[in-house]
């Protein structure tokens, strides 16, 4: 009676620890086990990266973490290719602008936060309105604004 290897790691059993059919319990952790299931957005998140980096940067992470709690995944490449590229060299700026576009057409949704909006930003925005993906917009203080 091992349905946990059967059905694999997170199965919902439908025996007791004693082994007998249990439909209620069984019905019951479905229902609970589908509560965690909830769709979440994976989000791109759009602000200002230049400039200030480590204000920025700081700003980023808010937004994220934001994004969180909005039950959304958030995606912030500008956290991320900056470990490993230089955004003031001009080939890796344009290959980090490319994987961008990448990364936004693997995503759900753009979040576009703060009023300043950077030649990257515009471009992000762009590529996505072509897409017809949706597209929010919000304060520097998280606020959801209409464009």
């Known amino acids: ?15 007791n620890s004693e082994g007998y059919q249990d439909p209620t319990a069984h019905k019951a952790l479905l229902a609970i086990k589908k509560e965690d299931r909830v ?3 994976l989000v791109y998140i759009c602000s200002p990266y230049a400039g200030d ?3 920025n940067t700081a700003q980023a992470r808010e937004y994220c973490r934001f994004a969180v709690m909005k039950n ?3 995606f912030a490449p500008h956290l991320l290719l900056p470990q490993y590229m230089e955004d003031n060299d001009p080939e890796q700026r344009e290959l980090a ?5 990448v990364f936004l057409g693997k995503c759900n949704e753009l979040w576009v936060f703060g009023g300043r909006r950077s030649e990257g930003m515009q471009q992000e925005i762009a590529k996505a309105q072509k897409r ?6 919000f304060t520097e203080k998280m606020q959801e604004v209409s464009e």
């Open 132 to 137: 017809h993906m949706t597209i929010r917009y």
């Open 39 to 41: 769709f979440r957005p």
């Open 1 to 15: 009676m091992n349905e946990q290897i059967r059905y694999g790691p997170g199965a919902v059993p439908r025996r």
């Open 97 to 101: 602008m490319f994987m961008n576009m």
């Open 72 to 74: 959304a995944i958030p």
């Open 53 to 55: 980096v480590e204000v």
